[in-house]
């Protein structure tokens, strides 16, 4: 079945680390997306990309970075100039089409230790 | 940005009853509208799409569209504990290329 996979599930980061977060789908989908979500609270947009090898800043792009080297996939790599970065991450993916909506992966819950 | 106006919550509602979901939007010109369906600690899970003014129906669940006052809502038929959730409204900008994400509300169906 196709889908898009994140991970890990959980991530522990200590201070002054960067980490990152894989997404990949086999959705054959051209655009990806990367969401934070904190608790009851709604989703704000990081990065996203609609082709390979080019990517733009969402809302809340700093202290965070992106590449699209691959259609399959969309890695997500938290600075340590993200200063708050406990949080839900969510990874989406899209067709061209307006109306086919956005696909979710999993998630990445990222803790700071 | 344009935004995408949703109550928190939470809604209540009886095992039985419909539950009324409503979102708001600012883009006079957005085109497609999805309802997303998140329970806690999981991702979004897309639920219903509408794009035609009017009613959708699918199952337990009907969407609404009114484009000249700007709103979507759904409906959700004989309600279920299992509806608890946090529902998203999303709309897709023309401008942005991308869907705005409501900021959620809250369901809680009680037996």
């Known amino acids: 079945d196709g889908g898009i996979t994140q991970s890990p599930k959980y991530l522990f980061r200590k201070e002054g680390q960067n980490v990152t977060l894989s997404c990949e789908q086999n959705?054959?989908?051209?655009?990806m997306y990367w969401y934070r979500q904190d608790p009851g609270q709604g989703l704000r947009l990081i990065y996203y990309?609609?082709?390979?090898?080019?990517?733009q800043k969402g809302d809340i792009a700093e202290g965070y970075s992106v590449s699209r080297e691959k259609k399959e996939s969309f890695p997500l790599t938290v600075t340590s100039a993200q200063k708050n970065p406990t949080a839900f991450y969510l990874c989406?993916?899209?067709?061209?089409?307006?109306?086919?909506?956005?696909?979710f992966g999993s998630g990445t819950r990222l803790t700071v230790v | 940005q344009k935004e995408v106006e949703q109550n928190s919550g939470p809604l209540s509602v009886p095992e039985g009853a419909i539950a009324s979901l409503n979102c708001t939007y600012s883009?006079?010109?957005?085109?497609?509208f999805f309802w997303y369906r998140q329970y806690s600690g999981k991702s979004p899970e897309l639920i219903m799409s509408?794009?035609?003014?009017g009613d959708k129906e699918d199952g337990r669940f009907t969407a609404q569209l009114n484009k000249a006052s700007q709103y979507v809502s759904l409906l959700i038929r004989d309600s279920q504990p299992s509806d608890s959730a946090t529902y998203l409204c999303?709309?897709?900008?023309?401008?942005?290329?991308?869907?705005?994400f409501g900021a959620g509300t809250r369901l809680a169906v009680h037996p």
């Open positions: 990309s609609q082709i390979v090898n080019d990517f």
């Open positions: 989406a993916s899209s067709t061209r089409r307006r109306d086919d909506g956005y696909t």
């Open positions: 999303a709309v897709f900008s023309g401008g942005y290329n991308k869907l705005i």
């Open positions: 509408i794009y035609s003014n």
């Open positions: 883009d006079r010109v957005s085109q497609s």
């Open positions: 959705l054959n989908h051209d655009a």
